[in-house]
């Protein structure tokens, strides 16, 4: 045995809190160790038996404009204003992607309402690829969508097999290759070469499922994201237990969904084509009409271009008025040249630069002037009556008149040209004045010719162009990587699978034993008792092999050395107890079977192996319990108090193999106990017993369950109050508690028992109370036993 000195309370309270819930648990090792083998074993078969799922993915270009959707189709509209803001962006394209329909469109292609199973050696197995045999449905009615329907196909020869409905009942034999007859539509069935070792017995499960069930099953299974804000790529992809299936629906979707679009497109262009060809035919009927009303306009007025004839016009009213002028000006210079002439002399010159140049006036105007001039030369020389003369002055007068003729002449001709160029003016004002009439007319009929024109060039155009998208429609989606899938399963992932069991493993008896303890009120060891009451704590006895156990000089058990420690920590409680009287210890609990009359007994066996005159007085007369432990008399303490004249030492019971520990039984349980109690007897015996003995040792009733010990307490030098560990209620602490406050139970110090103990090499133990004194002990077991972690190590 070794002492040493005590830790105090406040420097120990944090590492002992702590240790004592790290201990709460690691006391439960084993459960641990077999939960987490569970759930590991459990993890193991799952992912043995649990079908992996892998996931499938593709990569396209949408398109932010739908050029066939109310786009280029309409685009001969733009230019006028027209069918503006109908472009989609990438977000519109996702969702018809992901539309029911599009899913439905390519489950239909691919048949994938059709399951294929084979019996695998613990599940049914689903087969795609490799499926031994491949079913064409040539006809259904429209119930085939919309029921469900199991078979199942067992080979019966190279070129037959039989088919069963779900129930075993048999459809009968069929021929590969023969149409057969089902409820709701005609397959035929052949062999199909397969990637798996050819088998001579065919045995296939087929399903018929909903096409909604499995629609809607597919739409939740792809998954479409955008890879970046500013870019029209993305990815579908789709996790399936078949690679292949996703693989193949992913292709068909973005197969189907192009084809929609340029269906759209191509619906749209048609629709747009016949438009614009209706629009032509109307439009070049209404062109000619106007074309023709020109043409009868231009034939009624006699005119073929109005502007370029107005010029006309006008350049000729131009020239019509200066001949006008010039023939005017003719006019009155022949008649001044012809009153000269009726007043000219034979000698005078006429004028001859002045006179037009039409007629041959002039002619003789020269002539005239030549037999003037010679006449006058001749005059010089000779004289009038010259015959040369006179035959020139006759000349000269017959010029004279033949020019006067020629000037009359003249006149007559130039106001013949007068009259004529007057009326070619008057003509030609009269239709420079219909010019504007003209002009604004025509121009009506001309301006809806260029529109009727101008429309019909227009739509002639936007049917060319219609007629190459029509011959080139592109697809609205690029695939950028086709469908493809890796080989490692997306789940289960082992290792996440393994390291969750391994945690739950360790969480499922944490939160049992959490639950448990937060469910469960009872007290568990010393932190529970000290931190709800302040009585001192005499210490805690572990839990016996036996409840029946009495100590003797051999006991080297935990409990028996608990005990001892009890007594030695009891004695500090005693130590105002006056000499020569004996020192008596009461032993009470809250409730019965809290192993008061254990302590009680097993106390006073151990004061009695210290050579002390121990007495051991069982005052619990309601439900006796020191007969349990040894063998006594059914006669005791009862009996002494209600009869008179009877001597105590009749009573009181010498315990063998104990030298100096005597016993004073119960006696037989009285009707009365309180009324028997309250005698003064058992004061005047308490009295005489304590000189008597050195110690008496008295095992009470419980307190919360009747008064007797409190009747009987003043007799007491001290009380042991026995708490059971996993037993009482912490909620019954409080009357301990009030017991101690109220001082109704003097000198009371509690013992925690049947505790549970670790099983390591050495324990210790602590007490003080407030009295000053402060103890420590320690010592070490017998039979040290190993930490149950090196005995696993050593296992290994």
């Known amino acids: 045995m070794e002492s040493h000195a005590p830790l105090s309370k406040e420097s120990t309270d944090e590492s002992l809190n702590i240790r004592e819930q790290v201990d709460k648990y690691l006391i439960h090792w084993k459960w641990f160790l077999l939960s987490v083998l569970f759930c590991l074993i459990a993890a193991g078969i799952y992912l043995r038996y649990s079908i992996p799922l892998y996931k499938a993915s593709t990569i396209i270009l949408v398109k932010d404009e739908r050029k066939g959707g109310m786009q280029s189709e309409l685009s001969a509209f733009e230019d006028l204003g027209l069918m ?42 689903e087969i795609y690829k490799d499926n031994p045999i491949s079913l064409s449905v040539i006809s259904m009615d429209e119930l085939f969508y919309k029921r469900k329907a199991s078979y199942d196909l067992k080979s019966v020869s190279d070129s037959k097999y039989e088919l069963f409905t779900a129930d075993d009942k048999s459809l009968g034999q069929f021929s590969y290759g023969a149409i057969v007859p089902l409820k709701h539509c005609k397959v035929i069935v052949n062999k199909n070469p397969t990637k798996r070792k050819a088998k001579k017995d065919i045995n296939v499960t087929i399903n018929f499922s909903k096409l909604d069930d499995i629609t809607q099953k597919y739409k939740n299974k792809l998954n479409i994201t955008a890879m970046g804000k500013n870019t029209s ?164 007068e017959e010029m004279k008149e033949n020019i006067v003729t020629s000037l009359n002449t003249a006149i007559a001709t130039l106001n013949i040209r007068k009259a004529d160029l007057q009326r070619q003016n008057n003509m030609n004002t009269g239709k420079i004045s219909q010019i504007p009439r003209q002009e604004r007319e025509f121009r009506i009929i001309g301006r809806q010719q260029q529109i009727k024109e101008s429309l019909y060039l227009y739509l002639m155009q936007k049917r060319e162009e219609i007629a190459i998208s029509l011959a080139v429609t592109p697809a609205n989606a690029k695939v950028i990587d086709v469908a493809m899938s890796v080989d490692t399963p997306v789940a289960p992932k082992k290792n996440i699978i393994l390291l969750g069991a391994f945690a739950l493993g360790l969480l499922i008896p944490l939160l049992v034993i959490y639950i448990r303890e937060m469910l469960d009120t009872k007290i568990k060891s010393r932190h529970d008792v000290e931190s709800k009451v302040s009585i001192p704590f005499l210490g805690d006895i572990p839990q016996s092999e036996s409840s029946e156990e009495i100590i003797n000089t051999n006991s080297r058990s935990s409990s028996a050395e608990a005990i001892r420690i009890v007594r030695t920590n009891l004695e500090f409680m005693l130590g105002n107890v006056p000499e020569k009287r004996a020192k008596t210890i009461f032993v009470t609990s809250t409730l019965p079977k809290e192993g008061k009359t254990f302590v009680a007994v097993n106390l006073a066996t151990t004061i009695a192996l210290s050579n002390k005159k121990v007495l051991l007085i069982g005052l619990d007369i309601r439900n006796p319990k020191i007969d349990k432990y040894v063998k006594l008399p059914s006669k005791g303490l009862t009996n002494y108090i209600s009869q ?35 005698n003064q ?51 019954l602490l409080k009357f301990a508690e009030a017991f101690y406050r109220e001082k109704k139970l003097p000198n009371m110090a509690i013992v925690l028992n049947d505790t549970l103990w670790k099983k390591s090499s050495s324990y210790g133990y602590g007490y003080g109370y407030g009295y000053g004194y402060g103890y420590g002990y320690g010592y070490s077991k017998d039979e040290e036993k190993e930490p149950w972690h090196k005995k696993l190590l050593k296992k290994k």
């Open 84 to 125: 503006k803001g109908v472009k989609s962006n990438v977000d519109n394209e996702l969702e018809v992607i992901k539309s029911y329909t599009i899913i439905e469109n390519a489950i239909k292609r691919l048949n994938l309402n059709i399951t294929y199973f084979t019996e695998g050696r613990v599940k049914a197995v």
């Open 233 to 396: 790529v993305v990815e579908m992809t789709m996790i399936d237990p078949i690679r292949e299936k996703a693989e193949d629906l992913l292709d068909a979707i973005v197969q189907i969904y192009n084809e929609d679009a340029i269906a759209d497109k191509n619906f749209i262009s048609q629709n747009t084509e016949k438009f614009i060809e209706d629009r032509l035919k109307l439009i070049s009927q209404e062109l000619g009409d106007v074309e023709k009303e020109g043409a009868a306009y231009k034939q009624s007025n006699r005119v073929t271009d109005i502007v370029s004839e107005a010029g006309l016009y006008l350049q000729n009213s131009a020239l019509y008025e200066k001949q006008l002028i010039e023939t005017e000006t003719q006019i009155r210079i022949v008649q001044s040249l012809l009153e000269y002439m009726k007043n000219i002399n034979k000698g005078d010159l006429v004028p001859i630069n002045i006179m037009p140049t039409e007629g041959n006036t002039g002619n003789l105007i020269g002539e005239h002037n030549t037999l003037v001039l010679e006449r006058s030369r001749l005059i010089k020389t000779g004289t009038v009556k010259n015959p040369a003369v006179i035959n020139l002055d006759k000349r000269i």
């Open 644 to 678: 008179k004249d009877k001597d105590i030492n009749d009573f009181i019971v010498k315990l063998p193999n104990y030298e100096n520990l005597y016993v004073l039984p119960s006696g037989v349980i009285p009707p009365n106990p309180v009324e028997l109690l309250m």
């Open 681 to 731: 007897k058992v004061d005047q015996l308490f009295e005489r017993l304590k000189g008597e003995y050195e110690y008496i040792i008295v095992d009470t009733a419980p307190v919360s369950v009747v008064t007797d010990t409190l009747l009987i307490a003043k007799n007491g030098d001290a009380f042991i109050y026995v708490m059971r560990a996993n037993y009482l209620d912490k909620r």
